[in-house]
């Protein structure tokens, strides 16, 4: 059974660094495209970061480039998000997602995610 299961969220000051974990199991990385989301309380769901199913392309939303670095340990079958420089207005849910894809592919986008996490609360507060 395919799962992916979020940890690594709290409570953090403005300035501050936070490290997001998406524990895969039931799949391989080398098969999904990864990707980070989030939602903040009354706003839509947008797309954070992707990563490709071969690790080597990834994307990240405006908001959040040069602070944020998607990145996955294969032997862990787990992918992360760092999260540095934490803003008030990057506080949501944040989820991971996945979507089949060729095996190690470049491939990279946020649409047509097949499998959610439950997600984990970050919020960034003084």
């Known amino acids: 059974q395919l799962q992916l299961v979020e940890s690594g969220g709290g409570l953090v000051q403005p300035g501050g660094s936070l490290r997001l974990s998406c524990a895969a199991s039931?799949?391989?990385?080398?098969?999904?495209?990864i990707g980070w989301f989030r939602q903040a309380p009354g706003k839509e769901r947008e797309g954070v970061s992707c990563?490709?199913?071969?690790?080597?392309?990834?994307k990240y939303a405006d908001s959040v480039k040069g602070r944020f670095t998607i990145s996955r340990d294969n032997a862990k079958n787990t992918v992360y998000l760092q999260m540095n420089n934490l803003k008030p207005e990057d506080t949501a849910v944040y989820y991971c997602?996945?979507?089949?894809?060729?095996?190690?592919?470049?491939?990279?986008?946020?649409?047509?995610?097949?499998?959610w996490g439950k997600g984990t609360l970050v919020t960034v507060s003084s």
């Open positions: 997602a996945a979507d089949r894809s060729d095996y190690y592919s470049s491939y990279c986008a946020y649409h047509g995610m097949d499998y």
């Open positions: 039931g799949f391989t990385l080398g098969y999904y495209v």
């Open positions: 990563l490709s199913s071969s690790g080597g392309v990834t």
